[in-house]
Antibody, heavy 119, light 110 residues
Framework: QVQLVQSGAEVKKPGASVKVSCKAS????????ISWVRQAPGQGLEWMGW????????KYAQKIQGRVTMTTDTSTSTAYMELRSLRSDDTAVYYC????????????WGQGTQVTVSS | QSVLTQPPSASGTPGQKVTISCSGG????????VNWYQQLPGTAPKLLVY???QRPSGVPGRFSGSKSGASASLAISGLQSEDEADYYC???????????FGGGTKLTVL
């Protein structure tokens, strides 16, 4: 079955960086993109950006552009999201999801990775 | 402030029909298809409806989507206790050149 499995929870200090992984299985990784979506405590869903599984092209949300880098390793069907210069308001659950194109259709989703930024 | 507007809460009793609205504009809902996501407590979101009204396999027919102009709706009929969750609408936004979400609606089954 199609599945995305993310790396475990992280606790970081302000100013540090975090890198979250998302390993895909059950489908051809290069045929779809991966989007990253985060959810702050008690808040809604916020799209962070997208990376092509085919050629690594990226598009980032303007709010975090300059602090985020998304990459893939097609040999292991894994996507990565690195966020730098962490602030307390980056504390959130970070999700990866298979992206079906420019239609805001995400399915399935990874289980989520809790990132806590605290001094 | 979300680009798409949803009511923050909705409620109903078991067996009732509940409708959740999603209002956007000409650059998103008005010109692109709408998807709905269900997020059960403590879990990742799950695609519930795509392309305005299509249901992925495994999603019960009690869930139905519709759209008119720049507004979309998710209807849940025969409400069940396990439907208690947060529901989000999403659509591509041509002006932002990216996907946008509604703020989410918390559904309570009384």
């Amino acid at each position: 079955q199609v599945q995305l499995v993310q790396s475990g929870a992280e606790v970081k200090k302000p100013g540090a960086s975090v890198k979250v992984s998302c390993k895909a299985s059950g489908y051809m990784f290069t045929s779809y993109g991966i989007s990253w979506v985060r959810q702050a405590p008690g808040q809604g869903l916020e799209w962070m950006g997208w990376i092509s599984g085919f050629n690594g092209n990226t598009k980032y949300a303007q709010k975090i552009q300059g602090r985020v880098t998304m990459t893939t390793d097609t040999s292991t069907s894994t996507a990565y999201m690195e966020l730098r210069s962490l602030r307390s308001d980056d504390t959130a659950v970070y999700y990866c999801a298979r992206d079906w194109g420019p239609v805001a259709r995400f399915e399935p989703w990874g289980q989520g990775t809790q990132v806590t930024v605290s001094s | 402030q979300s680009v798409l507007t949803q009511p923050p809460s909705a409620s109903g009793t078991p067996g009732q029909k509940v409708t959740i609205s999603c209002s956007g504009g000409s650059s998103n809902v008005g010109s692109n298809t709408v998807n709905w996501y269900q997020q059960l407590p403590g879990t990742a979101p799950k695609l519930l409806v795509y392309s305005d009204y299509q249901r992925p396999s495994g999603v019960p027919g009690r869930f139905s989507g519709s759209k008119s102009g720049a507004s979309a709706s998710l209807a849940i009929s025969g409400l069940q206790s396990e439907d208690e969750a947060d529901y989000y609408c999403a659509a591509w936004d041509d002006s932002l050149n990216g996907p946008v979400f509604g703020g989410g609606t918390k559904l309570t089954v009384l």
